[in-house]
Nanobody, 120 residues
Framework: QVQLAESGGGLVQAGGSLRLSCAASGSIRSINAMGWYRQAPGKQRELVAQ???????NYADSVKGRFTISRDNAKNTVSLQMNSLKPEDTAVYYC??????????????WGQGTQVTVSS
């Protein structure tokens, strides 16, 4: 069994910053990609940023230059530094991980979600 625990959401004014963190725990052998998705009301869940164990990053065009993803492979954690936040960044943010379990079962883990609200 695998758990992803998120922290760091909240309310911030436009132009401000927030940092999200996520820690994966449980029966983990290895993690390939870790990342963040978000879902705004009435919209589909979308990829925000992703980072593979090899260091390859992928960002949504809307956050490039403002958000930075990082991870600690040894601790199975991933963080998202969000700067210059805009009201359109308001959403529930979900941590995501592509996990190989100790029993060689590949699964996709999701966090419970953390609310980010950016006021104008």
């Amino acid at each position: 069994q695998v758990q992803l625990a998120e922290s760091g959401g909240g309310l911030v004014q436009a132009g401000g910053s927030l940092r999200l963190s996520c820690a994966a725990s449980g029966s983990i052998r290895s993690i390939n990609a870790m990342g963040w998705y978000r879902q705004a009301p009435g919209k589909q869940r979308e990829l925000v940023a992703q980072l593979t164990s090899g260091g390859t990053t992928n960002y949504a065009d809307s956050v490039k230059g403002r958000f930075t993803i990082s991870r600690d492979n040894a601790k199975n954690t991933v963080s998202l530094q969000m700067n210059s936040l805009k009201p359109e960044d308001t959403a529930v943010y979900y941590c995501n991980a592509d996990i190989m379990s100790t029993t060689w079962y590949r699964l996709t883990g999701w966090g419970q979600g953390t609310q980010v609200t950016v006021s104008s």
